[in-house]
């Protein structure tokens, strides 16, 4: 839905085997799958898809940050990133947003 079709790549032979010349495919009376322009089917027009766009949104998460040097197994409980709208720092947990889990959610 959305393609459009452009210019004609039907070869004529009363033209000596060239192409007629239509630039864009316009559906008729009588079948929507035959041109206006030149009669040819929809076929032989070259197909243009709609691009798909898709809207990309980064959300940082879990704080990776290590609190105890000593066991470098304890990290924050902090589970999103919270902006303190200043700088880059977290309002929850007072780290930098790069100790935070990156993910980028794509939507169509």
Do not use: W
Not at 55 to 64: A, D, F, L, R
Not at 69 to 94: I, M, P, Y
């Amino acid at each position: 839905m959305g393609d459009k079709y452009l210019e004609c790549h039907k070869s004529h032979a009363n033209l000596g085997g060239k192409i007629d010349g239509c630039q864009e495919f316009m559906g008729s009376q009588k079948s929507m799958l035959d041109c206006d322009i030149c009669g040819c089917h929809r076929n032989f027009h070259r197909k243009v898809e709609a691009p798909v766009v898709l809207v990309t949104e980064v959300v940082y998460t879990k704080c990776n940050n290590t609190r105890d040097f000593k066991f470098q197994t304890t990290v924050d409980g902090c589970q999103e990133f919270l902006s303190n709208g200043r700088d880059l720092g977290c309002n929850a947990c007072s780290c930098n947003r790069s100790f935070h889990q990156k993910e980028i959610i794509v939507k169509k």
